[in-house]
Every structure is written in structure tokens, then in C-alpha cells.
């Protein structure tokens, strides 16, 4: 499954809520199966992205982000991807 991941990614533009995690962790399945890494520049941050747009001076967390716009969040849930793409 990796290597299909690998090839539908492409060159798109991966977006992440952490992209520190995300890009480590993909960068690390795909250098497991001998694929080259993806380049950072090939990575965007939603939780950068929010804290320019509202000025806040320190990341913020995934529940503030979901405050800010309304979105349900339920602290019970464990933040988990399927949970997350739901959203």
C-alpha cells in the first residue's frame, strides 16, 4: 500500500495538521520500501497556516483550531486520521 500511496501522491501538495509528524512518518515508510523521500517544500501545514492567519504567536493546538471555525470536537475521541477526515 505504501507504493501506491507513494505514486497517487505524485507531486500533489500534502496537506497535514502537523507536518513535522506526518512528514517524518511518511519520509520513514517510504525510505522502509527504498522510495525516495518527499521534499519538504512538498508539504503544508494547516496549524501554521491558522496561526498566521489569526496572529497567534505559538502553534495551535488541533481542538483550538476546530473551536475557532465551530467544528465538533469531542476530547472523548481519540484523534485518529478516519476520525479526523470525517471532520
Known amino acids: 500500500i505504501i507504493t501506491k500511496l ?24 517510504f525510505s522502509n ?7 519538504k517544500s512538498q508539504f503544508a501545514c494547516t496549524m501554521e ?8 504567536k505559538k502553534i495551535p493546538s488541533l481542538e483550538s483550531c476546530c ?8 476530547r472523548r475521541i481519540k484523534h485518529q486520521a478516519n476520525e479526523d477526515a470525517l471532520r
Open 49 to 56: 497556516c491558522f496561526k498566521r492567519l489569526i496572529g497567534l
Open 33 to 39: 520500501k527504498n522510495l525516495n523521500e518527499l521534499p
Open 6 to 29: 507513494y505514486k497517487f501522491i505524485g507531486n500533489d501538495l500534502i496537506v497535514c495538521h502537523n507536518v513535522h509528524f506526518d512528514y517524518k512518518k511518511i519520509n520513514e515508510e
Open 67 to 74: 473551536e475557532h471555525f465551530k467544528i465538533p470536537f469531542n
